[in-house]
Each structure stands twice: as C-alpha cells, then as structure tokens.
C-alpha cells in the first residue's frame, strides 16, 4: 500500500516554495553580510589538485548564517614545532536561490553552487575564510522534497602569494604587507631588520641562474 497522498506529498511545490522562503528570511534576520569570492584557477596541478598561482577577481555582497553559535570551532590556536599556528574554522548557510540570484546569475564565469576554494571574506572581524567542502544536504535533509540552503565549513586562509583583484579596496589591499613578490616589501623587511639579507641574496642569484631559461640547471640540448 502506498503512503498516504494527501499528507505525506514531497512533490508540493507550493510548500516547498514556502520552506524556501522562512530560509530566506531567518538568514536576512539572523545572518551576516559576508564577501563571496570565487577562485580563478590559472596553473592547476592535477597531480597534487592544488594552484599556487589561483587569481580572485571578483566579490559578491551576500547574507549567510553563521553556524558556530559558541564561537570559532576547529583546533584553534595552538604552538608547534612550526611556530604559532591557528586553525579556527566555521560553518556558514546561505541559501541556494540567494547564492543563484547574488552570484550564479551576475557571475563571470559559471557557478552554479559555491566550489571548495572559494573564498569568504567576513567584515565583522576582517578575515578571509576559505571553503573546504561545500554540503547540501546537512542544513535540512529533503524538507517537503526539496533543498533550501548549503552549508560551506570554511577555514581561515593562509595566503601564500595569490593576487586579489575584486574592485574591493577592503579585501584587495587586505594582504599587501605579506606580498612576498614586491620589492617594497624586501626593502621594509631590510630596514626593520638590518640582520636580513633576503634581496641580497636574491641579486646573488641572479648572477649564477636564470630562471627564465627552460632548463636553468643544465643544457637545453640532450
């Protein structure tokens, strides 16, 4: 025998709209307006899946919910043998139709959800959280037969040399002083520190390598 239809209907499109709309409008209550940043890839290695070389050059102003009511989860800050490490972490909800409208629709290139590596950046405390795994099925499991929201578990970012361009003042201008590729950032390091040699020895290099051959550490012919 099969359920009963007139109660037990996860094809209601009517109250799956309804569902969808209470998300959306606790979030705008209850949420944060955060910058979504999407990652551009330019070197992608597919054998470790990572790009060193990853670009973001736009932001979308979007509400989303913060999760972690007690504070920051994760290990969080901790002394190892690498020095001081954090490793806070955070779970935000946005809404599935708010994400298509603010992003997906206006976007560059196609996104029709939110990717891992993608970046949030969070005004109230000024920090960049990146997306390690994006999950829609844990917000509400099939409500009335449908999804409403993903749920993104970020971490924070560790910057290692990638180029902001949004259009974003806040955000773009947000790393400048870790930029290990400008020459302003040799020289303010020699003179806070008159023991650091780092341009030196980059200039030593360049004397007896040049990185811009194919094969800088032997003979291009085999």
Same mark, same amino acid.
């Given at each position: 025998?099969?359920?009963?239809?007139?109660?037990?209907?996860?094809?209601?499109?009517?109250?799956?709209?309804?569902?969808?709309?209470?998300?959306?409008?606790?979030?705008?209550?209850?949420?944060? +307006?955060?910058?979504?940043?999407?990652?551009?890839?330019?070197?992608?290695?597919?054998?470790?899946?990572? +790009?060193?070389? *990853?670009? #973001?050059?736009?932001?979308?102003?979007?509400?989303? %919910?913060?999760?972690?009511? +007690?504070?920051?989860?994760?290990?969080?800050?901790?002394?190892?043998? #690498?020095?001081?490490?954090?490793?806070?972490?955070?779970?935000?909800?946005?809404?599935?139709?708010?994400?298509?409208?603010?992003?997906?629709?206006?976007?560059?290139?196609?996104?029709?959800?939110? #990717?891992?590596?993608? @970046?949030? %950046? #969070?005004?109230?405390?000024?920090?960049?959280?990146?997306?390690?795994?994006?999950?829609?099925? *844990?917000?509400?499991? %099939?409500?009335?037969?449908? @999804?409403?929201?993903?749920?993104?578990?970020?971490?924070?970012?560790?910057?290692?040399?990638?180029?902001?361009?949004?259009?974003?003042?806040?955000?773009?201008?947000?790393?400048?002083?870790?930029?290990?590729?400008?020459?302003?950032?040799?020289?303010?390091?020699?003179? *806070?520190?008159?023991?650091?040699?780092?341009?030196? @020895?980059?200039?030593?290099?360049?004397?007896?390598?040049?990185?811009?051959?194919?094969?800088?550490?032997?003979?291009?012919?085999?």
């Amino acid at each position: 025998m099969a359920t009963n239809f007139y109660i037990n209907n996860f094809e209601a499109s009517g109250e799956q709209e309804l569902i969808e709309n209470l998300v959306i409008e606790a979030i705008k209550f209850y949420g944060h +307006d955060v910058w979504y940043i999407p990652r551009t890839l330019v070197a992608e290695d597919n054998i470790l899946n990572e +790009d060193d070389l *990853s670009t #973001f050059d736009e932001a979308y102003f979007i509400e989303m %919910y913060i999760k972690n009511v +007690d504070g920051f989860e994760g290990e969080g800050d901790f002394l190892s043998k #690498f020095g001081l490490q954090i490793r806070d972490s955070i779970t935000f909800t946005v809404a599935m139709r708010t994400f298509e409208f603010d992003v997906s629709r206006v976007a560059t290139e196609t996104r029709q959800r939110p #990717f891992e590596g993608d @970046l949030i %950046y #969070f005004p109230l405390h000024k920090k960049l959280w990146k997306v390690m795994h994006v999950d829609h099925e *844990s917000h509400a499991f %099939y409500q009335i037969g449908a @999804l409403q929201a993903y749920d993104l578990r970020c971490e924070l970012f560790e910057y290692s040399n990638e180029r902001f361009n949004t259009g974003v003042e806040e955000i773009d201008t947000l790393l400048t002083d870790y930029d290990r590729t400008a020459n302003t950032a040799m020289a303010a390091l020699e003179v *806070s520190d008159p023991f650091a040699d780092n341009k030196q @020895l980059q200039d030593e290099a360049t004397t007896y390598l040049d990185f811009s051959q194919s094969n800088p550490f032997g003979s291009d012919s085999y």
